[in-house]
Nanobody, 123 residues
Framework: QVQLVESGGGLVQAGGSLRLSCAAS????????MGWFRQAPGKEREFVAA????????YYTDSVKGRFTISRDNAVDTVYLQMTSLKPEDTAVYYC????????????????WGQGTQVTVSS
């Protein structure tokens, strides 16, 4: 089992930036792919971005392309989500996820989840 701990959420004005971090521990060999989902109040959890370990292929949902960047530091088993040009509709709890297969992580079936971090974008 992989344990995931997110950090970096907070309150920011529209147009601002935030960087989320997610540190993996435990059986990190299962965290070949890592990613981010988000869930806004009253809505279903949705995929945001994912990245494979090697060669670091990235995947994004259309609404964040060009604004969000996912990256990872394999030396410290940490994945990042750099969010720029934030909009009020980006307000949500952001969850880190990990799993052995990137297609499973994109589908929300990675198997490991963090506790979530709140991102609030004010207009």
């Amino acid at each position: 089992q992989v344990q995931l701990v997110e950090s970096g959420g907070g309150l920011v004005q529209a147009g601002g930036s935030l960087r989320l971090s997610c540190a993996a521990s435990g059986r990190t060999s299962d965290a070949y792919a890592m990613g981010w989902f988000r869930q806004a109040p009253g809505k279903e959890r949705e995929f945001v971005a994912a990245i494979s370990r090697i060669p670091g292929n990235t995947y994004y949902t259309d609404s964040v392309k060009g604004r969000f960047t996912i990256s990872r530091d394999n030396a410290v088993d940490t994945v990042y989500l750099q969010m720029t040009s934030l909009k009020p509709e980006d307000t949500a709890v952001y969850y880190c996820t990990a799993g052995p297969l990137v297609n499973e992580v994109v589908a929300g079936l990675g198997g490991s989840w963090g506790q979530g971090t709140q991102v609030t974008v004010s207009s």
